[in-house]
């Protein structure tokens, strides 16, 4: 296993960061398209009392398809910043809220290696 050696900071301009706002309950996001070879971070916060400890994502490529995320996607707990690096093959994520009646707000922000 290797491990990174190097600075990650924010990068800036167009489709630098985004927020899926007050996700609906048991609901899935729109995908989200950032491109190819991207790193980026991701947290998200309840918008109430949390019944579930956080979200669900799914990774994939616009131009084919990315899976719906579930309950039973990959999860990150709420208040988690999550690092993920999309590679050569994917460029989108999707994001699925397992709270049946609370919403869930999504920050994203791409990142650059010094």
């Given at each position: 296993?290797?491990?990174?050696?190097?600075?990650?900071?924010?990068?800036?301009?167009?489709?630098?960061?985004?927020?899926?706002?007050?996700?609906?309950?048991?609901?899935?996001?729109?995908?989200?398209?950032?491109?190819?070879?991207?790193?980026?971070?991701?947290?998200?916060?309840?918008?109430?009392?949390?019944?579930?400890?956080?979200?669900?994502?799914?990774?994939?490529?616009?131009?084919?398809?990315?899976?719906v995320p579930t309950a039973t996607s990959y999860f990150i707990p709420?208040?988690?910043?999550?690092?993920?690096?999309?590679?050569?093959?994917?460029?989108?994520?999707?994001?699925?809220?397992?709270?049946?009646?609370n919403t869930v707000t999504v920050n994203w922000m791409k990142l650059?290696?010094?």
């Amino acid at each position: 296993m290797s491990r990174q050696a190097s600075v990650l900071l924010p990068t800036s301009g167009t489709g630098s960061q985004g927020i899926i706002s007050a996700l609906a309950g048991v609901t899935a996001s729109a995908v989200q398209t950032l491109g190819k070879n991207q790193m980026f971070v991701i947290v998200g916060v309840c918008n109430g009392t949390a019944t579930t400890p956080g979200f669900h994502i799914t990774f994939g490529n616009s131009t084919t398809s990315v899976a719906v995320p579930t309950a039973t996607s990959y999860f990150i707990p709420f208040g988690q910043q999550t690092t993920f690096d999309l590679g050569p093959y994917q460029d989108s994520f999707q994001i699925f809220n397992a709270e049946a009646t609370n919403t869930v707000t999504v920050n994203w922000m791409k990142l650059s290696v010094e």
